[in-house]
T-cell receptor, first 114, second 115 residues
């Protein structure tokens, strides 16, 4: 399974933008980049995903490097409710035999302060 | 509203006993997954199923068993052979033939404690 590398923790002030980086130098051409976040004692929540182009949704934006070896999750205005562990995951294409699995790392703990 | 229901939320088990965790989804998803999470760690895949009556071992399947007799249900049995079963268990589902372009939906988890 392809692997990702994220910082263990990051801090932000409320109402400021947050850029969460992720390195995935061994990504294959058919791997999708997924982001999830998890609050304490809850199941992970889907945030966003992309393949090659930058993506925006109501929760966040995903910026993907041109060579696809890294990506950045952007929270435009952090709130206290955004404090969570954020996971960057490569989802393998089922048609390449990837099994449609998500392999989680330890993620980035985001702390948001007033 | 569609979603995944895991029950119970908290479960206590005596050593040497088998216990079954329930996972039900009404999202019409083909694939279902079981993950285990230990304190301060990421999620590790136990078993997954792409279609009814078929399932595959994940990275840490020893001491666990599953069944997939219905599309909506994917129960996980933690057997007495599992040496360290105390953990937070998460069930998830997704579309199968989505080419990686759809997200997983997770349940709210079952916290199992061996006493």
């Amino acid at each position: 399974d392809a692997k990702t590398t994220q910082p263990n923790s990051m801090e932000s002030n409320e109402e400021e933008p947050v850029h969460l980086p992720c390195n995935h130098s061994t990504i294959s051409g058919t791997d999708y980049i997924h982001w999830y976040r998890q609050l304490p004692s809850q199941g992970p929540e889907y945030v966003i995903h992309g393949l090659t182009s930058n993506v925006n949704n109501r929760m966040a934006s995903l910026a993907i490097a041109e060579d696809r070896k890294s990506s950045t999750l952007i929270l435009h205005r952090a709130t206290l409710r955004d404090a969570a562990v954020y996971y960057c995951i490569l989802r393998e294409d089922i048609l390449t035999g990837g099994g449609n699995k998500l392999t989680f790392g330890t993620g980035t703990q985001l702390k948001v302060e007033l | 509203d569609g979603g995944i229901t895991q029950s119970p939320k908290y479960l206590f088990r005596k050593e040497g006993q088998n216990v079954t965790l329930s996972c039900e989804q009404n999202l019409n998803h083909d694939a279902m997954y079981w993950y285990r999470q230990d304190p301060g760690q990421g999620l590790r895949l136990i078993y997954y199923s792409q279609i009814v009556n078929d399932f595959q071992k994940g990275d840490i399947a020893e001491g666990y068993s599953v069944s997939r007799e219905k599309k909506e249900s994917f129960p996980l049995t933690v057997t007495s052979a599992q040496k360290n079963p105390t953990a937070f268990y998460l069930c998830a589902s997704s579309m199968r033939r989505d080419r990686g372009g759809y997200g997983y939906t997770f349940g709210s988890g079952t916290r199992l404690t061996v006493v």
